[in-house]
């Protein structure tokens, strides 16, 4: 099984930028974020494909990149000009052939004044 721990959440005022982080156990290519916020349903927010290419969600594209350190096994979430609607629990997944889809504990995030 994958391991994925994710870091880097917390209180943020709207406009304001976090960084979240999210190590994985082993070396993985499709890997992402996603997003869960009170009474609605997960969403992907970010991902890497297996291809290399990656993939946002429209309410965050041009605020929100995702990038990596494959030496690290380390895949990073930054996000900036935050609003409150992006307040949720972000949790970092990953998929692996033979294994399915492994997700982290989540790191709640809050965008408020």
């Known amino acids: 099984q994958v391991q994925l721990v994710e870091s880097g959440g917390g209180l943020v005022q709207p406009g304001g930028s976090l960084r979240l982080s999210c190590a994985a156990s082993?070396?993985?290519?499709?890997m992402g974020w996603s997003r869960q916020a009170p009474g609605k349903q997960r969403e992907s927010v970010a991902s890497?494909?297996?291809?290399?290419?990656?993939n946002y969600a429209d309410a965050v594209k041009g605020r929100f990149t995702i990038s990596r350190d494959n030496a690290k096994n380390m895949v990073y979430l930054q996000m900036n000009s935050l609003k409150p609607e992006d307040t949720a629990v972000y949790y970092c997944?990953?998929?692996?052939?033979?294994?399915?889809?492994?997700w982290g504990q989540g790191t709640q995030v809050t965008v408020s004044s």
């Open positions: 082993i070396s993985i290519n499709a």
């Open positions: 890497f494909t297996s291809d290399g290419n990656t």
């Open positions: 997944h990953a998929y692996v052939y033979g294994l399915g889809i492994s």
